[in-house]
């Protein structure tokens, strides 16, 4: 893998094609009957027990994101898609249409690194502005379907290719499968929706830093502060569990920036109206926000 994802990022006339279907095709990962959680969980200091419990949950639950609350998705990739200017990356779109003709043969390497990427929100939302998008998920099934959507859409592993694996665990700094330079120097790192099922979303956003080159970008989604999602039948309380943090405010996210090295350009905003889901025959609201900060 990491001779293919080190391959020249150039894009094709056929593969800049394939990244603008995206826009089109997007019905992505989505919310579960969970607080919509598009990008599947990444475990950090949790027992044995509710591990297991998470992993099997989101593990079984992939083959069926893509088919299921599309709409609610759609909304949260629109979002992303009209932001990307507000996010402060020099994507490689603009590089080239600031410096013409030029640019197509030695086209700006933008690199994604889209942690727990589930079955590729983030990765897709951004793909018309990115050269390369590296996704890491807990599970193998969502890494899966990620895969597999960007095969069908003709994409290369080169540009766009998601791993197993975990980097928040506090007992392991440095997994060996995730310390080649391909899983460095990042341009921009996302978090879509994972933040709240983080043990320790302070540690999360330190490790992401690591993994950033200076000037890149954190970028996450998630919602404000909301009550717990009421658990009802056996359904509801296996994705119940996989929820720590019942949204993030401001101040909270700015501290975890700050703290992380990403004190520089940050912002955060609520995003639109919120999106509305159904869970276990009931309609929920969640309000979402992105913040975004760049490493000093």
Known sequence: MS???HKSHSHSHNTEQNHSH????LILSCVAPILLCVASLVISQQSPDNVDA???????????????FGKTIQQIIDEIQKHHEWLGVDWAEESD??????????????RLLDYACGTGLVSRALAPYITQSVGID????????????????????????????????ANDPSPPKLA?????????AAVGLGFHHFDDPALATRRLAERLKKGGVLFIVDFLPHQH????????HKAAKTVTHMGFSQEEVKKMFEDAGFGSSFDYKTIGKGVVF???????????FFAKGAKL
Do not use: C
């Open 97 to 110: 249409s600031e410096n013409g003709e030029s640019a197509a043969a030695e086209k700006k390497t933008v």
């Open 22 to 25: 995206w826009k089109s095709v």
């Open 180 to 188: 080649g330079e391909e899983f460095y120097n990042f341009d921009i």
């Open 229 to 236: 999602f009421p658990a009802d039948g056996e359904h509801g």
């Open 54 to 68: 998470q992993y099997r949950y989101f593990n079984e639950a992939a083959s069926t994101y893509n088919s299921k």
């Open 138 to 169: 807990l599970t193998e099934g969502m890494v899966k379907e990620y895969n597999t959507a960007a095969r069908n859409q003709g994409i290369p592993e080169s540009e766009m290719v998601a791993v197993q694996g975990n980097l928040i665990d």
């Open 278 to 288: 159904e869970a276990d025959g009931k309609q929920l609201s969640r309000t979402v």
């Open 3 to 5: 001779d293919q994802i």
